[in-house]
């Protein structure tokens, strides 16, 4: 069962512009999580949000959650080519033996 | 150097064999899971274990077995009842289930 699920499916954008990622979930959850995926390598994490947070940054990250709408978005500022990458978001439902479900992802290509 | 192994990273086999994918983490983590990977499906849950001696099945665990002998190892062997084992398959680990998640670098399978 998918819970999160990331829109757009891709975006290309020229290094320096913003992008903002979006991701929707269907039940009540503890937590959400963005990763990073480099072609072929394993998932990094890059941040996690309570639900009870409404906005977190890292960097040139920031994440904001909103549990009313059941929706959290991801902008990375001031893009760069290194950017490239698939992102996905990840969301640990509440409940007994919850564990992480992941989105299909979003391709994210930045054009030098 | 701490983190998460899996060998090999490319792994071809004759469709019929059964295939044992090796994972090993040296985090002292309590939570280990086994993900497969497909083209433009994203990440689904195929086994995860919360601690030594135990397992559960996540959403599509038909056809793939695993072992919890030891906290540090967590293989996955895909047998031959796995109708479409070719994939790109993760391995990760966690303090707890729905924390932040460590993801190995992978293992490509290729049955023909």
């Known amino acids: 069962s998918q819970q999160g699920e990331e829109d757009p499916q891709a975006l290309s954008i020229q290094e320096g512009e913003n992008a903002t990622m979006n991701c929707s979930y269907k039940?009540?959850?503890?937590?959400l999580q963005w990763y990073r995926q480099n072609s072929g390598r394993g998932l990094v994490h890059l941040i996690l949000?309570?639900?009870?947070?409404r906005e977190k940054h890292s960097g040139r990250l920031r994440v904001t959650l909103d549990t009313s709408k059941k929706s959290s978005s991801l902008l990375i500022t001031a893009s760069r080519a290194a950017d490239t990458a698939s992102y996905f978001c990840?969301?640990?439902?509440?409940?007994?033996?919850?564990?992480?479900?992941f989105g299909k992802g979003i391709t994210l290509s930045v054009r030098p | 150097d701490g983190g998460i192994t899996q060998s090999p990273k490319y792994l071809f086999r004759k469709e019929g064999q059964n295939v044992t994918l090796s994972c090993e983490q040296n985090?002292?983590?309590?939570?280990m899971y086994w993900y497969r990977q497909d083209p433009g499906q994203g990440l689904r849950l195929i086994y995860y274990?919360?601690?030594?001696?135990?397992?559960q099945k996540g959403d599509i665990a038909e056809g793939y077995s695993v072992s919890r002998e030891k906290k540090e190892s967590f293989p996955l062997t895909v047998t031959s009842a796995q109708k479409n084992p070719t994939a790109f398959y993760l391995c990760?680990?966690?303090?707890?289930?729905?924390?932040?998640?460590?993801f190995g670098p992978g293992t490509r399978l290729t049955v023909t």
């Open positions: 274990s919360q601690i030594v001696n135990d397992f």
């Open positions: 985090l002292n983590h309590d939570a």
């Open positions: 990840a969301t640990d439902s509440t409940g007994a033996n919850s564990k992480l479900t």
């Open positions: 039940t009540s959850i503890n937590n």
């Open positions: 990760a680990s966690s303090t707890l289930t729905g924390s932040r998640v460590y």
């Open positions: 949000i309570r639900s009870n947070e």
